[in-house]
């Protein structure tokens, strides 16, 4: 089956999904930036994505209740948490609860678009350019 | 630290001008048990000097009394038979009497001669003895003399020795009744006398004991507490001599050096706790900036054919703006740790408080805790150090940040005090407040309600040193289940803005 990758993305740094966007997409996936919680929860509402990649750290709501969220709504929706400073205790947490993966900060766009890419395989969904993520590519 | 003198006296007491300038170790040296000593020593030398002096006085009261009794007896046959020798002289009387009497007379010399002695001397015993032999033999001479002129003519010798005899005798035995009544009345006085002297013994053992031993013990009472509170200068007992209490001092303050070492000790772990607990939020502060520099930098090179100049331009905007911001994080904390003495320069004292509440920005956050500041407009300068004054502020955060619920409020105010120049900053929370009774404690050095890995117990005493040595003070109000709110106040400094560092 071959597909493109919903993926929504949160991080209250909008560098984070100015930079990512791009990134993203050139594997094939159809990224929604959001830099609020609230927000991006009330489109996970709305609409079932293949991959949440949320921070942690952020005002208002977390991202464990990001990833509770998600869990209670689309139970087959793979989670990517993003941590700013990696405590193992939030770790175990979250595992207890079902992330996908983790990220720490700071990390390369292909550091994330390789686990993205794994999330996919997990989803059974093949990529455009599984190959093509170290070759610069046209736009 | 500072080194400010404040030894504790008692007004009421004139210790002498001199004896506090003379450093404790070069001042003489009488301790208080040598003191004690000598004050029971005076009194059993006392006691005992009356007593051998009264047993002395009543035996010789008891010889002169025996003394009398015999010369009395004596004094009685002398006269007698001079009484019968006028009668023989009148009356040509048997002349035996008057022999008789002054034989029973030479029996009480000869049978009591060794206690006369003792009380005349050998020289007047024998002058009273050969006295009476003399007119012993002149009565013999006269009942020997046959016809009356021969009588006639031994008569003056007669008298003479008779009344030399008798006159000798009265002057000692008088002599003797005047120094035995001398006497009992020196025995009857010297008691009272005795009696006195340990009165004003007793008052003045009473005087010291307490003037020496009490007040000095309440003015150690005075300095442990002046320890207690985190005063460590050393004290200066204002004593004229070296004691017991003197060693104590010299004790007290090499405990109050180690004291202060040790709290320097753990002022710096204080520091560095402080520092660690800042370090984790630091760390989340930095990677953020450095996550954006790093996907920026990713970006730029994966696409930088395919990016216009504009897009170029953003992203190395990006680039240097986010290092400037991991900068800005590095230097907070370095700022905030960095060692060294006290530097003091003008403030402002709004962004003291500012870079306070940046600092723990994280802290807050991570707690969930909503944080406002009010500064009011214009306010004066204060003179101070930054990094201190930062510490204090950041101190009282984190204490409210750690008592606070999620969803709790930290209200910081900065004004002008209502007394004319003076600052007043106010920390305010709606935690669960503090008990009445360890509000008093809550500035001790090591003091702390938290749990004993998370509190030292010296932030609040550190802070309060701070502000005191900068002409403030600190303190709260707080009721518990309402909150708490710490105000400091700082002086104001009307020297011109110029001479400020920053």
């Known amino acids: 089956m071959q597909k493109t990758l919903e993926v929504l993305l949160l991080d209250d740094e909008p560098i984070v999904g100015r930079r990512l966007k791009p990134a993203l997409d050139k594997i094939g996936c159809h990224v929604e930036v959001f830099e609020n919680p609230k927000q991006a929860v009330a489109r996970i509402n709305e609409k079932e994505f293949d991959i949440v990649v949320t921070d942690i750290r952020m005002e208002e709501m977390n991202g464990i209740q990001v990833l509770e969220h998600v869990q209670a709504k689309w139970p087959r929706t793979r989670v990517i948490l993003i941590t700013g400073y990696a405590k193992m205790d939030l770790a175990r947490e979250a595992m207890g609860k079902g992330v996908f993966d983790f990220i720490a900060k700071p990390f390369r766009p292909d550091d994330l678009r390789q686990i993205i890419l794994n999330a996919a395989e997990s989803l059974g969904i093949s990529v455009d350019k599984p190959s093509g993520i170290t070759e610069p590519v046209e736009p | ?502």
């Open chain 2, 1 to 502: 630290m500072d080194q400010h003198i404040t030894d504790i006296k008692d007004p009421d007491i004139d210790y002498g001008s001199e004896p506090e300038n003379i450093p404790l170790h070069q001042r003489p040296s009488i301790s208080i048990r040598a003191k004690i000593a000598i004050s029971f020593s005076l009194f059993f030398i006392l006691s005992f000097t009356v007593t051998v002096w009264s047993y002395w006085i009543l035996t010789k009261l008891e010889h002169k009394i025996e003394f009398l009794e015999i010369a009395d007896n004596y004094m009685v046959e002398i006269q007698q038979a001079r009484r019968f020798e006028k009668n023989y002289l009148l009356y040509r009387t048997d002349l035996d009497d008057a022999l008789g009497h002054l034989k029973t007379a030479d029996k009480i010399l000869k049978n009591n001669s060794e206690k006369i002695e003792k009380i005349l001397g050998p020289n007047h015993f024998n002058t009273m003895v050969s006295y009476m032999s003399k007119y012993h033999d002149q009565l013999i001479l006269l009942g020997a003399a046959e016809n009356d002129a021969a009588k006639e003519a031994i008569v003056p010798s007669l008298r003479q020795f008779g009344s030399q005899m008798v006159s000798f005798a009265t002057e000692f035995v008088e002599k003797e009744r005047i120094s035995v009544t001398r006497m009992f009345l020196l025995a009857k006085r010297v008691p009272l006398y005795f009696m006195s002297a340990i009165f004003v013994l007793m008052v003045f053992v009473l005087v010291f004991l307490t003037r020496q031993l009490l007040l000095t013990l309440n003015r150690f009472m005075e300095y442990t507490k002046r320890i207690g509170e985190g005063d460590f200068s050393p004290i200066t007992p204002a004593r004229k001599y070296r004691d017991e209490f003197t060693k104590l001092a010299e004790a007290f303050n090499h405990m109050i050096k180690e004291l202060d070492h040790k709290h320097n000790v753990l002022l710096e772990s204080h520091k560095l706790r402080a520092i660690g607990t800042l370090v984790a939020g630091v760390a989340h502060e930095l990677n953020n900036p450095l996550n954006n520099t790093l996907l920026t930098a990713s970006m730029l090179t994966e696409d930088y054919e395919a990016l216009s100049d504009e897009e170029k331009r953003e992203m190395i905007d990006d680039v240097i703006n986010e290092t400037e911001r991991a900068q800005r994080v590095v230097k907070n904390l370095l700022d905030f740790a960095r060692e060294g003495e006290t530097e003091m320069a003008l403030l402002k004292i709004d962004k003291i408080v500012e870079d306070s509440t940046r600092l723990v920005v994280n802290q807050v956050r991570f707690a969930k805790v909503d944080l406002t500041l009010d500064c009011e407009p214009n306010l004066p300068l204060i003179a101070g150090d930054e990094q201190k004054l930062k510490q204090v502020f950041v101190n009282l955060i984190l204490n409210a940040v750690d008592v606070l619920p999620p969803r709790g409020k930290i209200r910081i105010n900065v004004k002008k005090d209502k007394v004319p120049g003076y600052v007043l900053i106010t920390v305010e929370d709606n935690g669960p407040g503090i008990d009445e009774h360890i509000q008093g404690r809550i500035f001790e050095p090591f003091f702390t309600t938290k749990r004993r890995a998370k509190g030292t117990g010296l932030g609040l005493s550190v802070s309060r040193g701070i502000i005191k040595k900068l002409g403030g003070y600190i303190k709260l109000k707080s009721v518990p289940g309402k909150g708490t709110v710490f105000i400091v106040s700082l002086p104001a400094t009307d020297s011109p803005s110029e001479i400020m560092s920053k």
